[in-house]
Nanobody, 115 residues
């Protein structure tokens, strides 16, 4: 049974930073592509950043230069360092694991950026 548990969300002022973490269990983590998605109220869930099993990364244009995704295969974790946060970054952030067996989601963590 695959489990993804996100942590690190919270309330921060515009310009501040947060670091999200996603701990995975029940999966061959090192072979999974991992991603962070977000969903704001009334909007569709969107990709924020993703990292492949070999460490290639991809970012949404809106977060390029501000957010950094990384993974630690020894600890089965993926992190999202978010700097220079903006009010429009406010959303529930979800961790996703993708493999040939399917995709799995965490429960989400709220990030709120005040102006």
């Amino acid at each position: 049974q695959v489990q993804l548990v996100e942590s690190g969300g919270g309330l921060v002022q515009a310009g501040g930073s947060l670091r999200l973490a996603c701990a995975a269990s029940g999966t061959m983590f090192s072979t999974n592509a991992m991603g962070w998605y977000r969903q704001a109220p009334g909007k569709q869930r969107e990709l924020v950043a993703e990292i492949t099993s070999i460490g290639s990364t991809k970012y949404a244009d809106s977060v390029k230069g501000r957010f950094t995704i990384s993974r630690d295969n020894a600890k089965n974790t993926v992190t999202l360092q978010m700097n220079s946060l903006k009010p429009e970054d406010t959303a529930v952030y979800y961790c996703k694991a993708s493999s040939i067996y399917g995709s799995y989601w965490g429960q989400g963590t709220q990030v709120t950026v005040s102006s």
